[in-house]
């Protein structure tokens, strides 16, 4: 039944980009702002919004008006003066994966990332040698509440996690039917290099004065033009380690989403170097990078969810984004279902 008020909506969904909003409005299954008036909004709340019901719940989908920290913090902010109903707020979209070779599956594009805590990386002093991250208790991101922590506890039961992910896939299978840009670009495309391995040209496709691989290049510097160009335009090769965990995930051909729960890293940064995320990754025990969930953390009781999309590398590009948006999309379905409210 459509809430009579904002008051009966107790789970907020934030996005940062309009195709991870498109993904989570066609995963709904009523709408209710499509063809009546919305529910308005508490004056000085700057935000825009979507409603409608997700399983049993009223759910307002907030669209941000920008990526980053602080624009999240400012629509959590907004979303408490209007809707003062929220009991937890989901983040969804995309993300970077951080492929860290693990014990677990092997993490791959289009796989969820469910957060269990957030870590800010980019916050602290910057020496002339190193960065050192804030880590004392007035400058950390606290956990979960316990109802949040209870749930992602249930997850790291096997058969149940087999289960959340058998429903992501129906969910994610529904959206492609109704025709959402959410097919899977497939296993050819999905490319991991070795961390220092850099988006440059290679002798073979550079020009004679290419900063990338001229003489006083140490290996470090690159051009405008290979920023703007794709791995095969550059000539970059990709070598997989035989008998990989990655290589198993393959090993049946286009592989199903998985779900990973861990920490998350978070920062008004674009992650783009593999060698930069590699060793914060290590330092934080961290399995995906984004840029808005230590800004909601601090205001509503939060859960990250987000589809990978890249490896955080210099090889990002948006070909997995799509996909990625519908894989976390539909996670985040699969999540309310065993949420009580």
Same mark, same amino acid.
């Given at each position: 039944?459509?809430?009579?008020?904002?008051?009966?909506?107790?789970?907020?969904?934030?996005? !940062?980009?309009?195709?991870?909003?498109? !993904?989570?409005?066609?995963?709904?299954?009523?709408?209710?702002?499509? &063809?009546?008036?919305?529910?308005?909004?508490?004056?000085?709340?700057?935000?825009?919004?979507?409603?409608?019901?997700?399983? %049993?719940?009223?759910?307002?989908?907030?669209?941000?008006?920008?990526?980053? +920290? =602080?624009?999240? *913090?400012?629509? *959590?902010?907004?979303?408490?003066?209007?809707?003062?109903?929220?009991?937890?707020?989901?983040?969804?979209?995309?993300?970077?994966?951080?492929?860290?070779?693990?014990?677990?599956?092997?993490?791959?594009?289009?796989? +969820?990332? @469910?957060?269990?805590?957030?870590?800010?990386?980019?916050?602290?002093?910057?020496?002339?040698?190193?960065?050192?991250?804030?880590?004392?208790?007035?400058?950390?991101?606290?956990?979960?509440?316990?109802? @949040?922590?209870?749930?992602?506890?249930?997850?790291?039961?096997?058969?149940?996690?087999?289960?959340?992910?058998?429903?992501?896939?129906? &969910?994610?299978? @529904?959206? %492609?039917?109704?025709?959402?840009?959410?097919?899977?670009?497939?296993?050819?495309?999905?490319?991991?290099?070795?961390?220092?391995?850099?988006?440059?040209?290679?002798?073979?496709?550079?020009?004679?004065?290419?900063?990338?691989?001229?003489? %006083?290049?140490?290996?470090?510097?690159?051009?405008?033009?290979?920023?703007?160009?794709?791995?095969?335009?550059?000539?970059?090769?990709?070598?997989?380690?035989?008998?990989?965990?990655?290589?198993?995930?393959?090993?049946?051909?286009?592989?199903?989403?998985?779900?990973?729960?861990?920490?998350?890293?978070?920062?008004?940064?674009?992650?783009?170097?593999?060698?930069?995320?590699?060793?914060?990754?290590?330092?934080? &025990?961290?399995?995906?990078?984004?840029?808005?969930?230590?800004?909601?953390?601090?205001?509503?009781?939060?859960?990250?969810?987000?589809? +990978?999309?890249?490896? =955080?590398?210099?090889?990002?590009?948006?070909?997995?984004?799509?996909?990625?948006?519908?894989?976390?999309?539909?996670?985040?379905?699969?999540?309310?279902?065993?949420?009580?409210?």
């Amino acid at each position: 039944m459509r809430p009579e008020t904002r008051d009966e909506f107790e789970i907020a969904i934030v996005c !940062a980009l309009p195709l991870e909003a498109a !993904a989570v409005i066609d995963s709904f299954d009523q709408r209710y702002d499509k &063809n009546c008036s919305g529910y308005g909004k508490q004056e000085g709340d700057t935000n825009t919004y979507s409603t409608g019901r997700i399983g %049993q719940h009223n759910v307002v989908l907030a669209h941000m008006p920008g990526m980053g +920290v =602080s624009s999240a *913090a400012s629509v *959590a902010s907004d979303i408490q003066l209007s809707f003062k109903g929220i009991r937890l707020a989901l983040i969804v979209g995309v993300c970077g994966g951080a492929p860290l070779e693990r014990p677990t599956p092997a993490i791959v594009l289009g796989d +969820v990332i @469910i957060s269990n805590s957030v870590v800010e990386f980019d916050f602290g002093k910057q020496y002339p040698t190193r960065f050192e991250r804030k880590t004392d208790l007035d400058h950390t991101l606290g956990r979960p509440n316990p109802e @949040i922590r209870g749930l992602l506890s249930k997850f790291g039961v096997a058969s149940i996690r087999k289960e959340l992910e058998e429903t992501i896939l129906q &969910n994610l299978n @529904i959206l %492609q039917q109704k025709g959402h840009a959410a097919g899977y670009p497939g296993a050819e495309h999905d490319r991991l290099f070795p961390a220092s391995y850099r988006h440059i040209h290679r002798r073979q496709t550079a020009s004679q004065d290419c900063l990338c691989v001229s003489s %006083q290049s140490d290996g470090r510097a690159l051009c405008l033009e290979a920023l703007e160009s794709s791995c095969d335009a550059l000539g970059c090769i990709v070598e997989i380690p035989d008998g990989s965990s990655r290589q198993m995930r393959f090993a049946s051909g286009n592989p199903t989403p998985f779900v990973h729960i861990g920490t998350i890293g978070s920062a008004s940064t674009v992650m783009k170097s593999g060698e930069h995320r590699d060793a914060i990754a290590r330092g934080n &025990n961290i399995i995906a990078f984004e840029m808005e969930g230590a800004g909601v953390w601090d205001n509503l009781p939060c859960v990250v969810i987000k589809g +990978v999309c890249d490896y =955080s590398d210099s090889h990002k590009n948006k070909m997995w984004q799509n996909y990625a948006a519908a894989t976390a999309a539909s996670a985040a379905k699969a999540f309310l279902d065993h949420w009580t409210s």
